[in-house]
């Protein structure tokens, strides 16, 4: 008999309904013999409400009490599960982050997980109890609450796994595996059978959210066995592995696409090419906690560059008057913003191990009439700046030219 830590999305508890619907599928498990944890999200669209009841009391909402407010969502989801699972006749116990106690530093919205007590948990699965537990939250040590980040559910349903070292950890959503991409936006993308957790660290950080990144950064590190799986249908669901004997396999040269439409774009223009400078413009950025992703220099023929880089949609105006500010003691000529833009990318162990994959990748857009603003690359990953409005053209034409429609043979 196992110990499996089952995660539920939001979309999977939006209704009372679907909860009783969860509730069944958690008991199913425990008739088989099973001890059951489950980790849930807030009701779809709940975090979203409460994000925005936030935003109307304060331009910038205090994080410690955002973290008050949002950490309510899933607050609700557990009671409502445990009273129907004893409704059906079960024993359950609700947990919030902080009952449990999974100890996160103090980085209010963003807070990392340092410790989870395993204790009361243990006690009631060996008094036969299912356990369910608020996704997305914890305490720091001064008994604030915090959360992880959106789709932090995923973390804390991977983070329980790893504490109580249980079978599996199953990540139960609304699509029934991880696919070759969005499948709402290439309907003929299929589900991966596996996935090594080197390229799903890749598809989630590049922009695929069927996982959230840390959550897919823990279970490699303490090795967790984590399957995605549909809430609403059966069916093995994609196992994200480590297995060396799949990783030594010949491997396709491309497993996914990723997507996302979060950057803007930041240049420049007319700076002295000169050393120094690039670091300079970077410097300033990065001290005001701005990430920068994919960064492009050109030289131009009179000896002056144009440096242009990403950073997050949210940051962009930000970065631009620090740049303003800074132009005049770099005698650039100007700065402009962009951001109507996407990043397309291609991930894939396989990439290795084979030539001319970017070759491929750039001639697939082309054929398209799609122009390349940006590259990156790097081991397993291609990764392309394009205008936003050919976004799913793009994708989908990296989709068949990589044959990702067709079933692995
Ligand atoms: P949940 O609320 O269960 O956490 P999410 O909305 O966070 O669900 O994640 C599931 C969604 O992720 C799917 O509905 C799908 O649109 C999206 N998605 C993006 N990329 C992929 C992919 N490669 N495979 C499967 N789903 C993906
Ligand atoms: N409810 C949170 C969110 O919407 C966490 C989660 O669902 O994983 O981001
Ligand atoms: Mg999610």
Redesign the pocket.
Known sequence: MGLFVQ??????VGTTDRIKAVADKVIGFKKQGHDVVVVV?AM?GETNRLIALAKDMQEKPDPREMDVLVSTGEQVTIALLCMTLKDKGYDAKSYTGGQVKILTDSAHTKARIQNIDVENMRSDLSEGRIVVVAGFQGVDEHGNITTLGR?G??TTGVALAAALKADECQ?????D?????????VES?R?LEKITFEEMLE?ASL??????IRSVEFAGKYNVPLR?LS?FSDGPG?LITLDEEYANMEQPVVS???FNRDEAKVSILGVPDAPGVASKILSAIGDANIEIDVIVQNVAADNNNDLTFTVHRNDVEKAASILEDISEELGARKVVTDDKIAKVSIVGVGMRSHAGVASRMFSALANENINIQMITTSEIKISVIIDEKYLELAVRALHSAFELDQAAE
């Open positions: 995660k539920y999305g939001g979309t999977s999200s779809s789709g559910s995923d990540i139960y959503t609304d699509v595996g991880v696919y070759t991409t969005d499948p709402r936006v993308a589900r598809m922009g695929s959210k069927v996982l959230q995605v809430t994609t996914g696409i990723a």
